[in-house]
Nanobody, 115 residues
Framework: QVQLVESGGGLVQPGGSLRLSCAAS????????RAWYRQAPGKQRELVAA???????NYVDSVKGRFTISRDNANNTVYLQMNSLKAEDTAVYYC?????????WGQGTQVTVSS
């Protein structure tokens, strides 16, 4: 099983930037994909960005051009660089790692975009 710990959330003004990190430990092998999801109050959890084991990335339309997902395989970490943040990006952000044996979630980190 993979254990995930997110960090990097916080309060930022509109137009600002944050970088989220997700560090993994445990049985890290046969990785299929790593992803970031978010859940705003009263809304369903949605996929924000994902990166496959081969390096292919995809993003929800609302963050394209503003967010970038990346990975550091040597340190078992995945990042989400978030630029030009908007109020509607406010949510709890969750890291997800999918392997051939199952899926693991982090505890979530709060991102609040407000002036």
């Amino acid at each position: 099983q993979v254990q995930l710990v997110e960090s990097g959330g916080g309060l930022v003004q509109p137009g600002g930037s944050l970088r989220l990190s997700c560090a993994a430990s445990g049985d890290i092998f046969a990785i299929v994909a790593r992803a970031w999801y978010r859940q705003a109050p009263g809304k369903q959890r949605e996929l924000v960005a994902a990166i496959t084991s081969g390096g292919t990335t995809n993003y929800v339309d609302s963050v394209k051009g503003r967010f970038t997902i990346s990975r550091d395989n040597a340190n078992n970490t995945v990042y989400l660089q978030m630029n030009s943040l908007k109020a509607e990006d406010t949510a709890v952000y969750y890291c997800n790692w999918m392997t051939a044996y199952g899926s693991s979630w982090g505890q979530g980190t709060q991102v609040t975009v407000s002036s």
